[in-house]
């Protein structure tokens, strides 16, 4: 017993070396590049050489700079109409392929898989549908919806919305699989309840099903927004490299992009903008666990 007791005191770092591999590339590919984007983020900083300590003058210049405020504003009002549509929406279609019917399977695959497609296919795909000679514009065209095509891509606002519609039908599918986990822990016993006392199919929605998943919509709208704060393929894709016309659909990824590209990328003033961008999500995402947690309580 005594030699026994003494191999598992002797060995209480046994489990440490399992977690070491996986620690080691946490460390290596998540924990240093924040901690250097930091550090860079003090400094003027260029891609082909060092920098030297400049304090908060990046971040002095990020608040006097116009292009930030414009990205900062696209960002948020992309957050806006994005969270809310990839909260409710994959609700409303998890709700219609939930029951077991002959043939639903097929629905639920073709529902998710835009999911799996890569998004530089998908936004190619739209980017095709969307331009001026695209199939939309012939469509609305050949039925005289409009006298003349519509500008997704060549209006900044535009643009935004059609990098939105990107963003809300790729994440339909992934958010739906969520509302149908959460859909399938509500007993089936309060609707037959409700629908005994006389309650119609949209009272026993509001009344049933969103109490219910409530704590999956506050995850999904946490996660939809974090998303949304970092998208940058739908615009470069949609909009070019320059972000749309006169660079106007530029979000905070695609600046930061920019700033910091190429021979003279400014590294110092793009980590600058990486961690105010990095605020502005950590501040959604403790606002989502705060509303998770007085939803618990």
């Given at each position: 017993?005594?030699?026994?007791?003494?191999?598992?005191?002797?060995?209480?770092?046994?489990?440490?070396?399992?977690?070491?591999?996986?620690?080691?590339?946490?460390?290596?590919?998540?924990?240093?590049?924040?901690?250097?984007?930091?550090?860079?983020?003090?400094?003027?900083?260029?891609?082909?050489?060092?920098?030297?300590?400049?304090?908060?003058g990046n971040?002095?210049?990020?608040?006097?700079?116009?292009?930030?405020?414009?990205?900062?504003?696209?960002s948020v009002?992309?957050?806006?109409?994005?969270?809310?549509?990839?909260?409710?929406?994959?609700?409303?279609?998890?709700?219609?392929?939930?029951?077991?019917?002959?043939?639903?399977?097929?629905?639920?695959?073709?529902?998710?898989?835009?999911?799996?497609?890569?998004?530089?296919?998908?936004?190619?795909?739209?980017?095709?549908?969307?331009?001026?000679?695209?199939?939309?514009?012939?469509?609305?065209?050949?039925?005289?919806?409009?006298?003349?095509?519509?500008?997704?891509?060549?209006?900044?606002?535009?643009?935004?919305?059609?990098?939105?519609?990107?963003?809300?039908?790729?994440?339909?599918?992934y958010y739906?699989?969520?509302?149908?986990?959460?859909?399938?822990?509500?007993?089936?016993?309060?609707?037959?309840?409700?629908?005994?006392?006389?309650?119609?199919?949209?009272?026993?929605?509001?009344?049933?099903?969103?109490?219910?998943?409530?704590?999956?919509?506050?995850?999904?709208?946490?996660?939809?927004?974090?998303?949304?704060?970092?998208?940058?393929?739908?615009?470069?894709?949609?909009?070019?490299?320059?972000?749309?016309?006169?660079?106007?659909?530029?979000?905070?990824?695609?600046?930061?992009?920019?700033?910091?590209?190429?021979?003279?990328?400014?590294?110092?003033?793009?980590?600058?903008?990486?961690?105010?961008?990095?605020?502005?999500?950590?501040?959604?995402?403790?606002?989502?666990?705060?509303?998770?947690?007085?939803?618990?309580?």
């Open positions: 017993m005594e030699t026994a007791t003494g191999l598992v005191h002797r060995r209480w770092w046994a489990p440490y070396l399992f977690l070491l591999p996986g620690l080691a590339m946490v460390a290596l590919f998540s924990l240093w590049p924040f901690v250097n984007t930091v550090i860079l983020s003090f400094t003027d900083a260029q891609i082909l050489r060092g920098g030297s300590f400049v304090g908060l971040y002095t210049r990020a608040l006097d700079d116009p292009d930030f405020w414009k990205a900062l504003a696209n009002l992309y957050t806006a109409v994005v969270v809310p549509a990839l909260v409710f929406l994959p609700l409303a279609l998890a709700v219609l392929v939930q029951k077991n019917i002959p043939g639903i399977g097929f629905f639920r695959s073709a529902f998710y898989t835009p999911v799996i497609a890569s998004t530089v296919v998908v936004g190619l795909i739209w980017q095709w549908a969307l331009r001026s000679d695209g199939l939309v514009n012939t469509v609305f065209l050949k039925l005289r919806l409009v006298s003349d095509p519509v500008p997704f891509l060549t209006d900044s606002t535009a643009l935004l919305l059609s990098a939105m519609a990107v963003t809300v039908w790729k994440g339909l599918g739906m699989v969520f509302y149908l986990a959460a859909l399938g822990n509500v007993p089936t016993a309060l609707y037959e309840a409700a629908a005994l006392d006389g309650a119609g199919a949209l009272r026993r929605f509001f009344s049933i099903t969103v109490p219910s998943v409530k704590p999956m919509m506050l995850l999904v709208g946490t996660l939809s927004a974090i998303s949304a704060l970092r998208v940058f393929t739908e615009i470069y894709i949609l909009g070019g490299e320059s972000g749309g016309p006169g660079g106007d659909a530029r979000t905070l990824p695609f600046m930061i992009r920019e700033v910091g590209l190429g021979f003279a990328g400014e590294s110092g003033y793009a980590s600058a903008v990486s961690i105010l961008l990095f605020l502005l999500t950590l501040v959604f995402s403790l606002l989502g666990h705060r509303l998770s947690k007085g939803d618990e309580r």
